[in-house]
C-alpha cells in the first residue's frame, strides 16, 4: 500500500510570515494525527481528526495554528504568523481501525528565521 | 495522563553486540500499547515492535525483543547482534485503546564497526 505522503519536504521562512503544510494519508485510514517534533525531543501531537472532526487539539496553540481536514481524506496544517520556536520537523501519520498500526509521513523539517 | 520516560540520551554499541533501551511508562488504563520506534537521519518513523498490555509473552520481531514488566511499568528494547544501519534515534511510545501515541525524549544509538 501507498504510505502517507507529507508536502513539502523543506520550508524556511521568516518569522511572521505564513506556511501551509500537506499530508495525505493511507486509504482508508479514518484517524489523521499532526505532531510537532523540536530538534532533540519526542513528537509531541498538535492535533488528531477521526474522518473530518477534530477529537483532540488540546495542544495546537491556536492563536497561530489551524488544520482542516476535509472530506475525511487529506489534511492541511497552517501557521500564520511562525515564529522562531516554530522551527521544528512537522510528522503527519494516519491509523486505521485495525490492530492500532500506525504509519508516519517522511515529515516537513519547517525552519523560521 | 499518559507519560513516556527514556532516561538514556544516548546509547553506544559495537557491532554484533548486544544493546538494551530502557524505558519507563505511566497510565491509568488497563487496555494500552507499547511500541518502539526507530527514526534514522531520513525522519521516517518506522516500527520497530509492538506490544499488547494483556499479553504476559514479550514481544520479538528477529533481532529485537522486549522485555514487558507490566507491574513495573517498565518496557525495554533489547536489538542483538546489532549492526551499522541500527544506528539511529530510537522513541518509545504508548497508546491508551489505541488512541494517539505519546512518545518518550528518545535515545541515540550509535552501532560502532
Known amino acids: 500500500e501507498a504510505g502517507v505522503a507529507q508536502s513539502p519536504r523543506y520550508k524556511i521562512i521568516e518569522k511572521r510570515q505564513s506556511v501551509a503544510f500537506w499530508c495525505n494519508p493511507i486509504?482508508?485510514?479514518?484517524?489523521l494525527y499532526w505532531y510537532q517534533q523540536i530538534l532533540g525531543q519526542g513528537p509531541k501531537l498538535l492535533i488528531q481528526?477521526?474522518?473530518?472532526?477534530?477529537?483532540?487539539d488540546s495542544q495546537l496553540p491556536k492563536d497561530r495554528f489551524s488544520a482542516e481536514r476535509l472530506k475525511g481524506v487529506d489534511s492541511t496544517l497552517k501557521i500564520q504568523p511562525a515564529k522562531l520556536e516554530d522551527s521544528a520537523v512537522y510528522l503527519c501519520?494516519?491509523?486505521?481501525?485495525?490492530?492500532?498500526?500506525?504509519?508516519f509521513g517522511s515529515g516537513t523539517r519547517l525552519t523560521v528565521v | 495522563a499518559q507519560t513516556v520516560t527514556q532516561s538514556q540520551p544516548e546509547m553506544s554499541v559495537q557491532e554484533a553486540e548486544t544493546v538494551t533501551l530502557s524505558c519507563t511508562y505511566d497510565?491509568?488504563?488497563?487496555?494500552?500499547?507499547l511500541f518502539w520506534y526507530k527514526q534514522p537521519p531520513s525522519r521516517q518513523m518506522i516500527l520497530v515492535i509492538r506490544?499488547?498490555?494483556?499479553?504476559?509473552q514479550n514481544a520479538t520481531e528477529n533481532r529485537f525483543s522486549v522485555n514487558f514488566q507490566k507491574a513495573a511499568k517498565s518496557f525495554s528494547l533489547k536489538i542483538s547482534d546489532s549492526q551499522l544501519g541500527d544506528t539511529a534515534m530510537y522513541f518509545c511510545?504508548?497508546?491508551?485503546?489505541?488512541?494517539?501515541?505519546?512518545f518518550g525524549a528518545g535515545t541515540i544509538l550509535r552501532v560502532k564497526s
Open positions: 501519520a494516519s491509523s486505521g481501525l485495525v490492530n492500532y498500526g500506525y504509519t
Open positions: 486509504s482508508g485510514h479514518a484517524t
Open positions: 481528526f477521526q474522518n473530518n472532526g477534530v477529537v483532540d
Open positions: 497510565t491509568s488504563e488497563n487496555n494500552y500499547y
Open positions: 506490544q499488547e498490555a494483556y499479553k504476559q
Open positions: 511510545a504508548s497508546s491508551e485503546y489505541g488512541n494517539k501515541l505519546v
